[in-house]
């Protein structure tokens, strides 16, 4: 096992990763050669549970040395892993445990076509046959969906009016199945880790893995997710900078190395505090979340912040590198792509200021439709300088 | 949600994180009670309040002035993560920037030096009485960023005393000046080297004049005047001609740290002052905790909280660990503080509205105290290359 947490093969292999938009098979083995999959889940679920510190330092490696891998892999391993151990019981270890290995691949299917975070407009839906349950509907922009093998998804309930239970559950899906369908979406970044939609017709679910679930437990669950991207954020931004130094040392502008240059200092020192802050705060929230607490909103905070400041700190590094730096197939234009791809991820950030601000004692979300400004009479011009005048 | 956070509070399983947190629930108490009350009145007329004083630095009580002061020395014996914990309950119980900066001077910029570098005789001479608040040191904070400033205060060879030196020049911005009984001062030799001296206030040809700044009114301010004043030997501070690699550096950092400490509680006070805002305040005919604009901002207000708080007590506890702290750190945590105080400032200004009827006015004070907070430690233009050099590799050693 490799217990450093580096992945020169996987880094070596990142610009073809992105540019053929396809995680080649070296990346999978390398992940199960360095132990990475195995790091976040106690022995018995056939991890080696790392502690909180060790998993924080692994995962940053591998999201530095291609984002697009760390994506697929951390989905996998960590976020549906961790939902299927905390909302199933022993048996879905079995389920587990090759996600592990590295021998089958999870997605997370939630996100419907039709909206990204709203419930409201997700359709999809479990009905029991008396052998199971079948599920019914479309699953959009999910990570791992074109070659999953297990989806864990989120789903409506079909339920006969005397049950009191939740509207929603988890079901473990089997993706190898006749009443699967899957697609690919072409995305801007991260473009090696897959991406897509899953279609669900009659697809068969063995009885015990439809999990009822209240919505709100939906958010506890994602916060393995949002901390997953925001580690990604921190790296992506890390490798921007490290390239915008190197690049500051090395090229020389009107007779001085641009590091010479106050105005490009300024952009290093003030991306480097702002990753050191978003880091000290994931390892902050990881090191909650692994010993039990929620830390939903402490992760929740570091999601916002962290993936909105790699978008800055990827765009000074653009500027740094000057017309290098949009150039395809640089390393700091994949960066730049890449970046965009956590905001939105797992929940887009403004979505997750929502959810702080009601936590910090505002009450829910309050939606009203607009036109709130006519009344006030705000939306009329003013007289002239000299009063109304005619014609 | 537990809000706000707290990184750094002292774990409750050691016996000195036990005496931590009471010192913190103390602190907390006493400024609620005593310095809240009359901050907004203190702010206006510019006045320093000894009594107050004397009960936060009551050794019984949350014993401010020695915190960083060995027990062995009559200190609290805190580390300075603990430390950074405290400032920061002063600065949201007191909601009193000024207070903060003041006894922060004193507390850190003005005693560590002497406990890292002061000959045994200076500790045990100055150290004791500086816990307990009988004397107060006081420095200019244009000293604490080297020479990114020129130095204003020269140091020459006493003619008639062996080891004596002559200073000359004024300092100004000298925080708690007019209230102590000695300072410490950074003089620059002929050949540009520099010395650390720690002056007492009844030193002949010695001056100080009270000064009002436009920000932080609550915090004495003077100008220190020496005119050819004669210091012994026993004077310097670390080694003659050292202050460059011994003195300065450590100022720095504990500027930029310590000084950004009371800023954390500044934060969440705003933030609490906001949030009752958004509750009771209305926009279009509805709660303005409702707009969405409200929400976004009450949200990142509370993160920048928490981010800067991780940066300012990673950089302290530096300061606890094996090995020396890391400028570079100590100056990001201080970048952030600062922008984040700014930005929180702002954000609160705008959702608490123009001209409260009532209450302290900490978001009309603040506004004018971030910016002159921001100003000091060198500001961005000091910070900004701190930062980069250590990036770059730029820079010595």
Known sequence: ?391 | MVFPHHPARPDGASPSAKAAQELADRTQELTHRLARPTTADRDRRRQWDDTLLTALCDPTGPHLAGLLVPQSLGGAGLTATQTCHILDTLGEGSRDPGLGLALTVHTALATVPLRALGTTAQRERYLPRMASGEWLGALSLRQTQSTASPPTITARPAPERPGGWILHGRADLVALGPQAHHFLVIAEHDDTTRTAFVIDRDTPRLHVHSTDQAAMPTCPWATLQLDDCLVLPDAVLGTVRGAATETEPLLATLDWIFTSAPWLGIMRALTHDALAAAGTRTLFGTPLAHGQSTRFALADIATRGELAAGLLHHAAAQFDADGRPSRRDAAAARLFTVTAARAVTQDAARLIGPAAADGDHLVERAHRDALFFASTGGGTDVLHPVIAASLLGSGRP
């Open chain 1, 1 to 391: 096992m490799n217990t450093h947490h580096t992945f020169p093969g996987i880094a070596a292999r990142a610009a073809r990763t992105d540019a053929t938009g396809s995680i080649p098979p070296e990346n999978w083995q390398d992940l199960k050669d360095s132990g990475y999959l195995r790091l976040f889940h106690p022995p018995h679920l056939g991890g080696t549970g790392a502690d909180a510190a060790t998993q924080v330092q692994a995962m940053e490696a591998l999201a530095r040395a291609c984002s697009g891998t760390y994506w697929s892999a951390t989905v996998s391993a960590l976020l549906c892993a961790k939902l299927i151990s905390t909302y199933g019981d022993e048996r879905h270890h079995r389920l587990i445990r090759p996600l592990l290995t590295g021998d089958r691949l999870a997605a997370f299917a939630i996100v419907e076509p039709a909206a990204g975070s709203d419930p409201a407009t997700y359709r999809t839906t479990v009905r029991p046959t008396g052998n199971g349950y079948t599920v019914n509907g479309e699953k959009s922009r999910i990570t791992n969906a074109p070659n999953a093998d297990l989806a864990v998804t989120l789903a409506r309930r079909d339920k006969p009016a005397d049950d009191t239970g939740p509207d929603w559950c988890l079901a473990f899906v089997d993706l190898n199945q006749p009443g699967v369908r899957r697609y690919d979406i072409p995305h801007m970044g991260l473009r090696g880790m897959p991406w897509g939609g899953i279609v669900y017709t009659d697809a068969h679910i063995d009885e015990s893995d439809v999990i009822p679930l209240p919505f709100t437990e939906l958010a506890e669950g994602m916060t393995w997710g949002w901390l997953l991207v925001s580690i990604a954020a921190v790296a992506t931004a890390e490798s921007a900078l490290t390239a915008s130094v190197r690049h500051a040392r090395r090229r020389i502008s009107f007779g001085r190395p641009l590091a010479h240059m106050e105005g490009v200092q300024a952009q290093l020192a003030d991306s480097r505090t702002h990753i050191d802050a978003a880091r000290l705060l994931a390892h902050r929230g990881a090191a909650e979340r692994v010993a039990g607490a929620s830390a939903r909103d402490l992760i929740g905070m570091l999601k916002i912040y962290a993936t909105e400041m790699s978008v800055q700190v990827t765009a000074r590094a653009v500027q740094i590198h000057g017309a290098t730096g949009v150039t395809q197939g640089h390393e700091v234009e994949r960066h730049y792509r890449d970046a965009q791809m956590n905001v939105i991820g797992a929940f887009a950030t403004n979505r997750l200021r929502e959810q702080i601000a009601e936590h910090l004692g505002l009450g829910p979300a309050v939606y009203r439709p607009f036109d709130w400004l006519t009344p006030t009479g705000l939306t009329h011009d003013p007289v002239s300088l000299d009063g109304l005048t005619t014609g």
